[in-house]
């Protein structure tokens, strides 16, 4: 199973598990983390915006056209920022890091 590391916004590192096509939005409200996720994934919202770490980042499929538009809308929006119900996981991003974003 896929492994998450994911930084909170106090800086405390998290290692999370995730089943393959499960999205990392999912992964981080399962196991209680201040994220709001407003939508549930509907790609609606941009409340689940985090920072994924360069070293990642170009691994990633590109983002869709309607996730840049919901990125335009994101609080603190870094070159590596995403959304987190669009990246799924499968075992090619077994060990991804992610930064959470404020939820203010």
Wanted: aromatic share 2%; with cysteine.
């Amino acid at each position: 199973m896929p492994v998450i590391h994911v930084t909170t916004t106090e800086g405390k590192e998290i290692d999370l598990s995730a089943d393959n096509g499960r999205s990392i939005m999912e992964a981080v409200k399962a196991n209680d983390l201040p994220m709001l996720a407003a939508c549930g994934g509907a790609l609606a919202c941009a409340t689940c915006h985090v920072v994924v770490d360069p070293d990642w980042y170009e691994r990633l499929q590109p983002p869709s056209e309607d996730e840049e538009d919901l990125l335009d809308t994101a609080h603190g929006l870094t070159p590596t920022s995403r959304l987190a119900c669009q990246i799924l996981m499968s075992d090619d991003l077994d060990g991804i890091r992610v930064t959470l974003t404020p939820m203010d």
